[in-house]
């Protein structure tokens, strides 16, 4: 299953790493409380969804997180090569 996460900014990102590394689905919450019991009941292990979670977040070579810095990385170049051409464009 395709996974896409959207995240603001790269601050945005920084600035809730912190949280992120310490999701636990056992503190998840629900506006209906029965919603959260049938949810967590069909959750064998929590501790590995956890590890799992955080892996496709923060996993170096294929997790969500890293996808989306490698994203940045590439709109920030194609960024600056068409700063740089239509500098070139002006000054010509």
């Given at each position: 299953?395709?996974?896409n996460l959207l995240?603001?900014?790269p601050?945005?990102?920084a600035n809730h790493e912190i949280e992120l590394q310490g999701l636990d689905v056992r503190k998840a919450q629900a506006s209906v409380p029965a919603d959260r019991d049938m949810i967590l009941c069909r959750i064998k292990d929590p501790e590995a969804f956890n590890?799992?979670?955080k892996a496709l977040l923060f996993d170096?070579?294929?997790g969500l997180v890293t996808a989306w810095g490698?994203?940045?990385s590439a709109i920030t170049l194609v960024?600056?090569?068409a700063v740089e051409?239509?500098?070139d464009a002006i000054a010509q």
């Open positions: 299953i395709a996974q995240v603001h900014s601050e945005s990102l590890c799992s979670l170096p070579t294929s490698v994203h940045l960024t600056e090569q051409a239509a500098i």
